[in-house]
């Protein structure tokens, strides 16, 4: 008994690929004959079928662009080998990279160097950053030419690609960079303000520059509705204190300045202050790290006997205080407890939690075999900086 039954497709091998034919339903058929226990199979083409000719030449062009992406892929991994780059990083950071033809990698190395940068930092370079290499000379130059109109010599914006990469390979749209640049100089931003968010926010000139307005707008209201006539002025302080300001949204910024108004109940002329001194640095934290790290200094310091008026003039005289997480600080002053200095102490001079742990309990033993009475001398020398600290160190063990 036949059984007409529908072959779907049929692979035939064509050296290492295989090409899939697969006819209409209707043109092929199988017929299964058992034959002492065996079992044979036969396959009718119909004249269609044979009369049509299979070309495998659909096969051989894949095969020839297969061969040649990866000729091509070979030749980009023996550049970057060779100009020192380490694949394995670039390839986690940007495996899509690996995928692209026509790279820039040799054009690349020759911008950078013309430019002064070393092999190493070139290196360095693509392989935290390997989407550099899909850049064109012309681009390069050009965004080249429009960072130079911030920084003073080659050799500042080499070491900003050397810390930061992406900075400035992120965007390719220099449009949008000279757009912004201009939108800076027009609302009254110095060189000065420019150069350090380049230096140290350059995520900044990749925004787009609706966003930029949209965050200068609001500071600029924020002054006027503290009574400050000068909101250039006061967008320049916020952003010399604090160039990471502009990365943020207007959100975040506004809830944080709402928090420090009503918490410690300032006025309008206090709170400028703050915003415009070591309060703009707490502007771009996480609303919620905020007020989880305020919440606990609040617990820690009434525990120890604290006032909540102390707590408020602690943290007004030290905001940085803010950024210290629920364990650091709480360990920093366990320590300081231990070590038998007094909590008023520490309100006093709340700079001394700059220091690491390891730091505060190295110096409080030296000073103590040095003779230095703590629990009645100045302690604010905890966190000098090391070189002044060694030397009144070295003074109190000659006296």
């Known amino acids: 008994m036949q059984h007409p039954l529908s072959l779907r497709q049929i692979s035939i091998p064509k050296g290492l690929g295989y090409l899939t034919v697969i006819p209409p339903r209707n043109l092929l058929c199988m017929r299964s004959n058992f034959l002492f226990g065996s079992r044979c199979w036969m396959i009718r083409f119909s004249a269609e079928i044979l009369l049509k000719s299979v070309s495998f030449r659909l096969f051989s062009v894949k095969c020839g662009n297969a061969n040649s992406e990866s000729l091509e892929n070979e030749k980009l991994l023996n550049n970057l080998l060779t100009m020192g780059v380490d694949v394995d990083m670039a390839k986690k950071r940007q495996p899509g990279v690996f995928n692209r033809t026509g790279t820039k990698e040799q054009e690349l190395k020759m911008f950078l160097l013309s430019k002064g940068a070393s092999k190493e930092v070139i290196a360095s370079v693509i392989s935290r950053y390997p989407r550099a290499i899909t850049r064109t000379p012309e681009s390069l130059s050009e965004r080249w030419d429009l960072w130079r109109k911030i920084m003073t010599s080659d050799l500042e914006i080499i070491n900003i690609l050397e810390r930061s990469p992406e900075s400035f390979f992120r965007s ?110 707490i502007l771009d934290l996480s609303n919620d790290y905020v007020n989880r790290n305020y919440t606990n200094i609040k617990e820690k310091l009434l525990f120890l006997g604290c006032t909540e008026e102390e707590i408020h003039k ?24 231990e070590e038998k200095l007094s909590i008023s102490q520490i309100i006093e001079n709340p700079r001394i939690l700059d220091s690491s742990i390891n730091t505060l309990k190295s110096r409080i033993k030296e000073l103590v075999n040095a003779g230095y009475n703590l629990s009645t001398s100045n302690i604010a020398l905890l966190s000098w900086s090391q070189k002044r600290y060694k030397a009144k160190l070295k003074k109190l063990n000659i006296e």
């Open 172 to 281: 390719s749209n220099n449009l949008n960079l000279e757009n912004n640049i201009k939108f800076f100089y027009s609302v009254g931003l110095t060189h000065k303000c420019l150069s350090r968010l380049l230096t140290n926010a350059p995520r900044t000139f990749s925004n787009s520059l609706d966003l930029n307005k949209q965050m200068i707008e609001f500071l600029q209201e924020v002054s006027l509705s503290l009574g400050y006539n000068k909101p250039g002025d006061f967008v320049r302080k916020i952003i010399l204190k604090n160039p990471f300001i502009l990365i943020q949204s207007t959100k975040r910024v506004k809830t944080n300045i709402e928090f420090l108004q009503s918490t410690f109940s300032l006025n309008n002329e206090k709170l400028l202050v703050l915003l415009c001194g070591p309060g703009a640095k």
């Open 314 to 337: 602690f943290i007004l005289r030290y905001p940085d205080v803010i950024f210290l997480g629920e364990k650091k600080f709480n360990d920093k002053l366990d320590c300081l407890i």
